[in-house]
């Protein structure tokens, strides 16, 4: 653009945006002071303003909603005489996957395609399968499939559809098996059968249930509405059943922060169904309390028959307004929509659900509108914080009981108006008071609420501490450490019943800090992970204290080791005692801590001596030297370390501890040399790993913790020795 | 698709020139998508340009490892390919209302108030055209924001501008193109 044309945009930008004609007429005298040219072509452009505006909006519309058809579709490929090959590439129907025969392709998502396939064996039954699609097989999506596969699985819930079966194909694409579910959208369902508002408010109640139960699993649907809730009659009574769930979780990318992808996900969704956080082209921060504004929108639809907003409006509004409306604009309550309908229209809406258009205005007014209108708060922290606590809600109305829903309070309506009119109310502090006084709450509601308000709290921490570490597993599992990290710090308690995945995620973070050296991040993730440890068999908890107690000495947190070593040995159960033991001699010990020990060490030498027959390994013997050489009997220390060597088990890790611990219980007898030569055997095995550079390690090459442990030794071994021997050794 | 991510890649490490070699890329996919969206139920719903666009993003190259700089390419390029998707979609209907036999619609025969939204997007495209010729910097911003769908937050970011400029010049453009569709069509 060159400068005129900048200057021209500038001052048409400005004087279009001048409503008052004379404010504006003031603008381009003083803007345009002396070029006459300049005013005459803003002026001539502005003239056009208003139908300029229209023309691009109109034409907005239609890029927005451009109507193809499919024979638009055929021109497309006629006009670029390309072929689609799609079809020709992906599965074939009449294929087989597995075990599993593919009929009919039933649907397609972002990066997986869905199909209605037969499973022969062990049971003849039709299932959904789906698999990634042809293309999307890259090692993240991959990852995010499986993620998501792992979520679906640990969902058990009779109102939503199961996870039966993962697998791969042949070519390598992984696909799982969703039980297929035939039946009704809840909407068509409830319409057809005329079912009443209050056999609709159950139904819905089952699907609350539901989605509060994958909120419990960690798992946001984020797209529910009346088409992923089908009904299925069971033994004659409808069960709704929640179906596609979070499948695009999986495959879209989500969990990456880039807005645009955000972006994406968001308006291939369904506008009316979404909430103002999800609309937010920043809408990184999506919690469970979307899904609520999701099952509002639902309930809203259930009991008018109507969206609160309505879709096509939306869409045709364009991006930017339709934000603005779910962000700013209040829906009607739905007794006032259903009111304002058309004669006809509320007569059909009434029959439908089996009532005279009057019973069913009495019917919503009141608690249903408030039930409705807190779920669709434009506040998330204003809405129910639970599906649980909007299903409960609905069930006291059933029962007649009060709800917690209720129109705003006088007060909180006096606090809009307040900010709303500063000035006025400058000195209304005393009218405010007034009204709370005249609010007169009932002492004993105001608790009976507070307590269901805090169990709301509680469950809901739990379900987001649920989605958070979810999304730890998958950051971990594209490699995102530091992520990971990141969302585990943000965990408000330690989660009372996390999944294998869960408890992994920990571990892997812990592992990748302590293997980079970040001793403080490593030391907070498996102080958290000893601390939930519990589903793991207990070898593996053991090897976890042991990781633990090393990094928490490299981290020099001396409170927190001491902490870590009481748990450690209070917990300590007799198939530990091996590794905990030894873990819990790293460093030098108290007197009282020598006693706490004992017992374990004497059960561990007990345990030790060779017998006939059964072998003793070099790992079992360790602790009992470390043991001895800590109690000043160094005897039996050098006795233990030698006999740990000669079994030649080839642990490196084991034999370094082995050497060091002989060095330095030789020196602390005086044998000088010996000591001597055995410390440069350790320190040549240990330095030569770390040269190597520190990695996961196996239990045969020994773990990354040992080596660090065996580390610790040298430095102590080191420190005694060389400290003390400070004359060069005569060559 | 790994086509994509090559170039892309090679973009990133500033080898090739973009547009020309991402483009045909981009259009197939988007084309691809857009008949599948369009086989499946509510098509008019689902085809938000800014979503196929994303989407085809998403797809093509997943995670968020490319560069900004790549994003950059791709935009402008998925911008042209929905351009050219929606023109020949609308080329068509606009021809089939008109008695067919005419594979493209002489915009002279429009009547600019009371065209149908096929032909607002014919009308926009010939602009455009024009535009481009004039301006490439003004119409690079149009494209964008009006085939490619991006907000004006979007674009700033895209061309490196600030959203003022972008609110700005958008405005500035509407005009001048309306002005001139209208002019074509005395």
Redesign the interface.
Request: hydrophobic share 40%; aromatic share 8%; no cysteine.
């Given at each position: 653009m060159n400068p005129e044309s900048q200057l021209e945009a500038a001052v048409c930008f400005v004087a279009a945006n001048v409503q008052d004609p004379a404010l504006r007429t003031q603008f381009l005298e003083q803007a345009c002071a002396g070029d006459a040219q300049l005013r005459a072509a803003v002026e001539e452009l502005l003239l056009a303003h208003g139908d300029a505006e229209k023309f691009f909006a109109e034409g907005r519309a239609a890029v927005n909603a451009p109507d193809l058809d499919t024979q638009a579709a055929a021109s497309i490929q006629e006009a670029t005489g390309e072929i689609q090959q799609d079809d020709l590439t992906d599965e074939q129907i009449g294929s087989r996957i597995g075990r599993y025969t593919l009929l009919q392709r039933i649907g397609e998502g972002g990066c997986g395609t869905v199909y209605l396939a037969e499973q022969a064996e062990p049971v003849r039954r039709q299932v959904a399968l789906k698999v990634i699609k042809l293309g999307m097989d890259t090692k993240n999506v991959i990852a995010r499939f499986e993620a998501e596969r792992q979520a679906l699985a640990m969902m058990d819930h009779p109102n939503i559809a199961r996870v039966l079966d993962a697998g791969a194909t042949e070519t390598g694409r992984p696909f799982f098996v969703m039980e297929l579910v035939r039946g009704t959208r809840i909407t068509k369902y409830c319409d057809e059968n005329h079912l009443d508002t209050v056999q609709r408010l159950e139904l819905f109640i089952q699907v609350c249930h539901a989605i509060q139960h994958a909120h419990q699993k960690g798992v946001i649907h984020r797209d529910i509405k009346p088409s992923n809730i089908l009904v299925t009659l069971h033994d004659g009574a409808p069960v709704p059943k929640v179906i596609d769930f979070g499948i695009a979780k999986a495959t879209e990318g989500r969990l990456t922060n880039n807005t645009l992808f955000t972006a994406c996900e968001q308006f291939v969704g369904t506008p009316a169904y979404m909430s103002p956080e999800q609309a937010e082209i920043t809408g990184l921060d999506i919690d469970t309390r979307s899904d609520i504004y999701s099952l509002g929108v639902l309930l809203y639809e259930l009991l008018t028959g109507r969206t609160p907003f309505d879709t096509n409006v939306l869409m045709q509004a364009g991006l930017d307004e339709m934000r603005r409306t779910l962000r700013e604009k209040e829906p009607q309550m739905p007794s006032t929509m259903i009111t304002s309908l058309r004669r006809t229209e509320l007569t059909l809406t009434a029959s439908q659900r089996h009532a005279e258009p009057p019973k069913l205005i009495s019917q919503l007014k009141g608690d249903l509108d408030w039930i409705v209108m807190k779920a669709l708060e434009k506040d998330r922290n204003r809405r129910y914080d639970t599906a649980n606590g909007l299903a409960m809600d609905i069930q006291r109305y059933l029962d007649s009981e009060p709800v917690v829903a209720r129109p705003p309070s006088r007060l909180y309506r006096l606090q809009k108006l307040v900010r709303r009119n500063n000035i006025v109310f400058a000195a209304g502090g005393a009218v405010a008071l007034a009204l709370v006084i005249g609010l007169g709450l009932s002492t004993w509601l105001f608790f009976r609420e507070r307590e269901a308000r805090e169990r709301e709290a509680q469950l809901r921490a739990e379900a987001e501490d649920r989605a958070k570490i979810t999304q730890a597993v998958m950051f971990v599992s594209q490699g995102k450490y530091d992520d990971a990290d990141e969302t585990l710090k943000q965990l408000k308690a330690v989660p009372s019943n996390p999944t294998l995945d869960g408890v992994s995620a920990f571990r892997s973070v812990g592992e990748w800090m302590a293997i980079h050296g970040r001793w403080q991040q490593a030391a907070e993730r498996y102080s958290a992970l000893i601390k939930i440890d519990k589903l793991d068999n207990v070898k593996q908890i053991a090897l976890d204290y042991e990781a633990c107690g090393v990094v928490l000495a490299e981290s020099q947190d001396h409170e927190a080791y001491a902490d870590f070593w009481r748990m450690a040995v209070t917990n300590c159960s007799t198939a530990q005692i091996e590794t905990i033991l030894i873990t819990c001699l790293e460093l030098p010990v108290s007197q009282p801590q020598m006693a706490a020990l004992k017992p374990l060490a004497d059960h561990q030498e007990s345990n030790s001596v060779p017998r006939a027959k059964s072998r003793v390994s070099e790992w079992a013997m360790m602790p009992v030297a470390a043991w001895k050489y800590r109690c000043g009997d160094y005897d039996a220390a050098m006795e233990w370390s030698q006999r740990a060597l000669e079994l030649k088990s080839k642990f490196p890790a084991c034999d370094a501890d082995a050497y060091l611990i002989l060095a330095m219980a030789d020196y602390q007898r005086g044998h000088n040399g010996e000591a001597l030569a055995e410390l440069a055997q350790g320190r040549q095995s240990v330095e030569t790993r770390f040269r190597a550079g520190l990695d996961h390690g196996k239990a045969e090459a020994s773990y990354w913790f040992d080596w660090v442990f065996a580390r610790r030794l040298l430095q102590e071994a080191s420190a005694l020795i060389d400290g003390d021997s400070a004359q060069p050794t005569p060559e | 698709?790994?086509n994509i991510t090559l170039v892309l890649e090679s973009v990133g490490r500033g080898e090739r020139k973009p547009t020309e070699e991402l483009f045909p890329l981009v259009y197939?996919e988007l084309?691809?998508m857009?008949?599948?969206?369009?086989?499946?139920e509510a098509?008019?719903?689902?085809?938000?340009?800014?979503?196929l666009v994303?989407?085809a993003?998403?797809?093509l190259v997943?995670?968020?490892e490319q560069t900004w700089q790549n994003?950059r390419h791709f935009f402008g390029a998925a911008a042209e390919a929905m351009r050219r998707?929606?023109i020949?979609?609308?080329r068509?209907?606009s021809a089939l209302k008109r008695g067919g036999g005419q594979s493209r619609v002489n915009i002279e025969d429009l009547e600019?108030t009371a065209?149908t939204?096929?032909e607002?997007?014919l009308?926009?495209d010939e602009a455009l055209q024009w535009l481009e010729a004039e301006?490439p910097?003004?119409a690079r911003m149009v494209l964008l924001k009006?085939?490619g769908?991006l907000?004006n937050?979007?674009v700033a970011e895209n061309l490196g501008v600030s959203l003022r400029t972008v609110?700005?010049?958008w405005?500035?453009a509407?005009?001048?193109?309306?002005?001139w569709?209208?002019d074509q069509n005395k």
């Open positions: - | 698709m790994s197939q084309r691809r857009a008949a599948a969206r369009m086989a499946g098509a008019g719903h689902t085809l938000q340009p800014t979503a994303h989407e993003w998403l797809q997943g995670d968020g994003r998707i929606l020949l979609n609308a068509r209907k600019i065209a939204p096929d607002h997007i009308l926009i301006d910097e003004t009006f085939f769908g907000t937050e979007e609110n700005r010049q405005l500035y509407k005009l001048k193109l309306f002005r569709i209208r």
